[in-house]
């Protein structure tokens, strides 16, 4: 399968998560500027409202997808025996792709695309019209990432699922957040504080780059200790390093510094053109290679600097 590009218009950098069960939240939502809505039917809702969360998100659909931000419901896992219900429900063109976990193989999209397929038919929406987002949240998926992120056309983002990932392997978590020697209240301290996590970095790395290579968009895992907004920057900036295009929002306060850290800066910005007049410059002398502020500029550095300009401000453009 050839790689997909990655889309302009389905740039996707904060996910935000909203109860299905609570129509009040949905209702307000609509006033926030995510880069996506996820209504959840899964980990938010207890067994016993998942019915109700199944309807209730799909009467909140159309005031959702007239914000204009995409729109992706995260239905229920294969396992669960809901699926199917879930799907039925809400397919139709007021969303963009559904968001489902414990995917383990390409075998599992192969059997959510074959459910999409067929509610596509039923709504009468053009086949193929809604995407699919998974998670890679076990050893498993991890071991087949890649071969899952390029199993479909429909994945044009994968997210990675910490929590799930950690209960899958054993390993012990910690408090939610970053270790606490290093002084609080300046962002300049952000960049010296290390992931509590080490056993994290190698399956996060692994997502990034099996996106990547699939032509598809990597999400972050949630930072669930949601009123720690130091903590959430330090781990939305080590998951940009890493290869992130956007992380997962828990709570309305966190869709911000996302958007901030996955966002160019004014400051990368400006680098990035005097990158390109450099080498506009020593082109137009026959070099193949020139340096700014002492750096050599090559390229690849040109090639990032033209995709970082090419990049829109704010993260849905649809």
């Not at 609509?30 to 996820?38: D, E, L, Q």
């Not at 399956?203 to 903590?231: C, H, K, M, N, W």
Request: proline share 9%; with cysteine; aromatic share 4%.
């Amino acid at each position: 399968m050839t790689p997909k590009s990655i889309e302009r218009r389905t740039l996707l950098r904060s996910l935000l998560f909203v109860p299905g069960n609570r129509p009040d939240m949905l209702g307000k939502a609509t006033g926030m500027r995510p880069s996506a809505f996820a209504p959840d039917m899964e980990d938010a809702v207890p067994p016993a409202e998942k019915e109700r969360a199944r309807h209730t998100i799909a009467e909140k659909l159309p005031a959702l997808a007239a914000t204009g931000r995409l729109v992706i419901p995260r239905v229920n896992s294969i396992e669960s025996g809901l699926l199917e219900d879930d799907v039925a429900a809400i397919a139709g063109p007021n969303i963009d792709a559904i968001s489902i976990g414990k995917i383990r193989s390409p075998r599992d999209i192969q059997h959510v695309d074959a459910i999409l397929t067929r509610a596509e038919n039923s709504a009468r929406i053009p086949a193929g019209s809604i995407g699919i987002l998974p998670w890679i949240e076990t050893a498993a998926a991890i071991v087949a990432v890649y071969e899952i992120a390029s199993s479909s056309p429909r994945i044009r983002w994968i997210a990675f699922g910490a929590d799930d990932f950690t209960a899958d392997m054993e390993i012990p978590r910690p408090s939610p957040g970053f270790p606490t020697d290093i002084p609080a209240g300046s962002q300049d301290n952000l960049k010296d504080r290390l992931p509590a996590e080490p056993g994290l970095i190698y399956p996060r790395s692994a997502v990034a780059i099996a996106a990547r290579a699939a032509g598809a968009q990597a999400l972050d895992t949630p930072y669930v200790a949601f009123r720690d907004q130091e903590g959430l920057l330090a781990e939305a900036i080590l998951a940009r390093k890493l290869g992130y295009t956007g992380k997962c929002a828990i709570h309305p306060a966190q869709i911000e510094p996302i958007e901030s850290v996955f966002a160019p800066t004014d400051d990368e910005i400006e680098y990035a053109r005097r990158v390109l007049n450099a080498w506009d410059e020593a082109t137009a002398r026959g070099s193949g290679a020139t340096s700014l502020d002492g750096i050599l500029i090559d390229t690849p550095v040109v090639e990032r600097a033209r995709r970082l300009l090419d990049s829109p401000r704010q993260g849905n453009t649809r």
